[in-house]
């Protein structure tokens, strides 16, 4: 089984709103990443947790808040978001860090910012 | 600089019309080129992962070659259904773990 899971499948905010995106994985998985994917664009990496802790922040504004409460769960904690930041989420997970490990992704989650 | 280029940016096939996608790269040390499938608002689906030049890896229609320079994703007698975005990916030395070089993908059209 190489599932990633997401919710919700879409989420409309405001900018004043705080909401959280999901993701879960029964691989065994030690490594997950957030990935931001404008339309007609490759993935962008956001972060990635190795071991249930952060090992990369690609610079992204605070207003978007990773946690990784156990090794199945990723979530990415989201506030006073603006318009720009309306594209698709997308979570990953791999066997491990490594730039070799294939990285296996969830369906995604399309927010809008209004 | 590490860089995965692919072509064509799109392809319009006729169903049965076979084809080949390019993905080439210029990366400092390649440790895993990935290939996905990905279809409008989804989410990228694993297809291959190769490591080594003159790895082949096969399923259903779909063939993915490596070479030193680049990799080729064939696609024996298409048909609809295989209509999407198909991206890869180069796993680098010396790059941040995990990240991915992606190219910008390959827009395939079949039609019946």
């Known amino acids: 089984d190489t599932e990633v899971t997401q919710t919700p499948k879409h989420l409309v905010m405001g900018m004043t709103n705080k909401k959280s995106l999901k993701c879960e994985q029964h691989?065994?998985?030690?490594?997950m990443y957030w990935y931001k994917q404008k339309a007609k664009k490759p993935p962008e990496l956001m972060f990635v947790y190795s071991y249930e802790k952060l090992s990369i922040n690609e610079s992204v504004p605070s207003r978007f808040s990773p946690e990784c409460p156990n090794s199945s769960l990723l979530n990415l904690h989201l506030h006073a978001l603006q318009p720009e930041d309306s594209a698709l989420y997308l979570c990953a997970s791999s066997q491990d860090e490594r730039s070799a490990d294939t990285q296996y992704f969830g369906p995604g989650t399309r927010l809008t910012v209004l | 600089e590490d860089q995965v280029t692919q072509s064509p940016e799109a392809l319009r096939l006729q169903e049965g019309e076979s084809s080949s996608l390019n993905c080439s790269y210029t990366v400092s040390g390649l440790r895993g080129l990935f290939w996905y499938r990905q279809d409008p608002g989804k989410g990228p689906e694993f297809l291959f992962t190769?490591?080594?030049a003159g790895e082949e890896k096969e399923k259903e229609r779909l063939k993915a070659t490596l070479t030193k320079k680049e990799s080729f994703l064939h696609i024996t007698a298409p048909k609809p259904e295989d209509s999407a975005t198909y991206l890869c990916a180069a796993g680098v030395d010396g790059g941040s773990q995990g990240n991915l070089i992606f190219g910008k993908g390959t827009k395939l059209s079949v039609k019946p």
């Open positions: 691989m065994g998985h030690r490594a």
């Open positions: 190769l490591y080594s």
